[in-house]
């Protein structure tokens, strides 16, 4: 796993805004956020660079135009932001994070029964592959 520098509120916002373009320029990227936002043009910008510099993203010329696009997928910086939050708040151990989501997060009955099915097939896989 490649160690990049974690992303903060804002740079995340704009990777998330990246992603659902697949590439962009920094106008177009700043024409996604609604003016209630209140996220300028510059700002877009320092943020799609500062994602660069992290190796979050590339960016091509087309002209004078930078384009940029995601270098990394949103399932890897999820998975990477995932671990550095177990590692940092819960000392590397998952089961307090995930009690901590179920029990003050308001997690719907349908989203309990979801997590009981997906709980109840993880087991009957270990199970298949202790028997193996």
Aim: proline share 4%; charged share 35%.
């Amino acid at each position: 796993m490649t160690e990049r520098p974690a992303l903060s509120k804002g740079e995340l916002e704009v990777a998330r805004a990246l992603w659902d373009l697949k590439q962009a320029t920094v106008r177009e990227v700043f024409e996604t956020f609604p003016e209630s936002r209140g996220i300028d043009f510059t700002t877009v910008q320092t943020y799609l660079r500062r994602l660069e510099q992290k190796g979050y993203i590339k960016a091509r010329l087309d002209g004078r135009t930078r384009v940029y696009s995601p270098r990394v997928k949103p399932r890897t910086v999820i998975r990477e932001t995932v671990d550095d939050l177990v590692d940092r708040l819960f000392a590397g151990e998952t089961f307090p994070l995930m009690q901590h989501l179920i029990e003050d997060r308001n997690v719907s009955r349908e989203d309990l029964d979801a997590l009981k099915s997906l709980l109840d097939q993880l087991t009957e896989e270990r199970d298949d592959e202790h028997q193996s």
